[in-house]
């Protein structure tokens, strides 16, 4: 596979939680659709109603905080990290992310709703990632931001 191949089959699951450290109830990537490595990743995150944040956000009007959406944009690019470098999160090594610009919240994200993440890398350099990500449902960006993560020893 050359570097720049772009792998259609995308990652499972269980393939995600090889490359991320998070688990229940702060795993918030389902699925990766496609990647190319060292360039971008498209991730999927189902909304549902059984999320724990919507017990006190809010009652009567659920909607998905934003801060967990630039949580779920920062873990697609620690998957992005991960694949690119050739390395997995029992490997030792963490992406930390260390920073954000530009967050732009455009509408509201509620249960049933299905985040389409898409990342790419800007710039790396010795251990930190510049990223461009969105969010998007039903083909409308709900949220934009550059993030920035570090990389560290487990």
Same mark, same amino acid.
């Given at each position: ?5 772009? #792998?259609?089959?995308?990652?499972? +699951?269980?393939?995600?939680? @090889?490359?991320?450290?998070? !688990? ?5 990537? /389902? ?21 724990? $944040? ?15 959406? *630039?949580? %779920?944009?920062? =873990?697609?690019?620690?998957? *992005? ?8 999160? @029992? @490997? ?8 954000? /610009? ?10 049933? /709703? #299905?985040?389409? +993440?898409?990342?790419? &890398?800007?710039?790396?350099? !010795?251990? &930190?990632?510049?990223? =461009?990500?969105? %969010?998007?449902? /039903?083909?409308?960006?709900? $949220? ?6 570090? #990389?560290?020893? %487990?």
């Amino acid at each position: 596979m050359s570097e720049h191949e772009e #792998q259609t089959g995308g990652l499972s +699951i269980q393939e995600i939680l @090889d490359y991320l450290p998070h !688990r229940y109830p702060f795993l918030l990537i /389902d699925r990766v659709e496609s990647y190319r490595l060292g360039e971008t990743l498209t991730a999927i995150k189902n909304v549902t109603v059984n999320e724990p $944040c919507f017990t006190g956000h809010f009652p009567g009007r659920p909607i998905f905080p934003g801060v967990l959406i *630039l949580e %779920a944009m920062a =873990q697609a690019t620690g998957v *992005l990290a991960f694949l690119t470098t050739g390395h997995k999160a @029992d @490997d030792k090594s963490l992406y930390l992310f260390v920073g954000v /610009d530009d967050a732009r919240f455009r509408k509201p994200v509620t249960p049933g /709703d #299905q985040l389409r +993440i898409v990342v790419e &890398i800007l710039n790396h350099k !010795r251990g &930190i990632w510049k990223f =461009q990500a969105r %969010a998007e449902v /039903d083909g409308e960006i709900v $949220c934009s931001a550059h993030l920035m993560s570090a #990389q560290r020893p %487990a």
